[in-house]
């Protein structure tokens, strides 16, 4: 019940992002539970990635607020317990996230809300266009910006989970690639440039399916490198 009532205060916001819980004393009072019970609490959010104990004499814990990094943690247990391919997550986004990318399009407030965030990722995309290693995290944070800046807030969470498992995918075989001297060349980083100005263009005029189109294309040319 202790557990349950501070996850319900974290997740509403009514414990902020780096606010410390506690000391242990107040809690004891406030909860009116004994000593090992409230450990046992904080041993639970602790578990689930929502709190940091502090330890010592007056006790207490940080606060973290739920981010897409622990959906992609727990997705990742399930699949890697289940034996789950590479090839299963790059599937996934080869239909996801082109739904994001229409969803995009969709918003009414794109020009303000989307476009951007996508202009940033992409002008990081294009000033590491001889840097293969920068390239490839500049280009992964532009597809997680058009995840996050769908509007849609259950799919920016399960999208981006699976974002962030493909993009640590991508940049092992990135690393592994560039040292063995196979790493795609400037022309098809080029492209890749190309593609996303595409995609920014149609989010722009607001036709969705164009960009979804746009972004399955896209999608299918830049996965088959890794799946290689």
């Known amino acids: 019940m202790v557990a349950s009532l501070l996850r319900e205060r974290i997740v509403t916001g009514k414990l902020a992002d780096g606010e410390v819980i506690g000391p242990q004393d107040d809690l004891l009072t406030e909860f009116r539970v004994s000593k090992p ?3 046992e ?3 639970i959010l ?3 990635g929502l709190i940091t104990v502090l330890r010592g004499n007056k006790g207490g814990a940080v606060v973290h607020t739920p981010r897409t990094e622990t ?3 727990a997705i990742d247990l399930v699949l890697r317990s289940r034996r789950s391919a590479p090839e299963d997550v790059a599937a996934a986004l080869a239909r996801l996230e082109p739904v994001c990318a229409g969803l995009c399009a969709e918003r009414p407030d794109r020009a303000t809300g989307v476009l951007p965030a996508l202009e940033t990722a992409q002008r990081a995309v294009e000033d590491h266009l001889e840097d293969p290693l920068g390239f490839v995290r500049a280009a992964r944070d532009f597809h997680a910006q058009l995840v996050f800046t769908c509007g849609n807030a259950a799919m920016a969470v399960a999208v981006g989970a699976l974002e962030r498992l493909w993009s ?8 592994g690639a560039a040292g063995r001297g196979e790493f795609p060349g400037i022309d098809r980083r080029a492209e890749g440039v190309k593609a996303h100005r595409r995609l920014i263009k149609l989010i722009a005029a607001g036709d969705a399916a164009g960009a979804e189109r746009a ?3 896209h999608l299918a040319a830049a996965q088959c490198h890794v799946l290689d």
Do not use: P
């Not at 640590?168 to 690393?175: R, S, T, Y």
């Open 46 to 48: 602790e578990s689930e």
């Open 215 to 217: 972004a399955h294309r």
């Open 71 to 73: 959906a992609a943690q």
């Open 41 to 43: 609490a904080l041993r």
């Open 168 to 175: 640590a995918a991508e940049q092992d075989w990135a690393g």
């Open 37 to 39: 019970t409230l450990r």
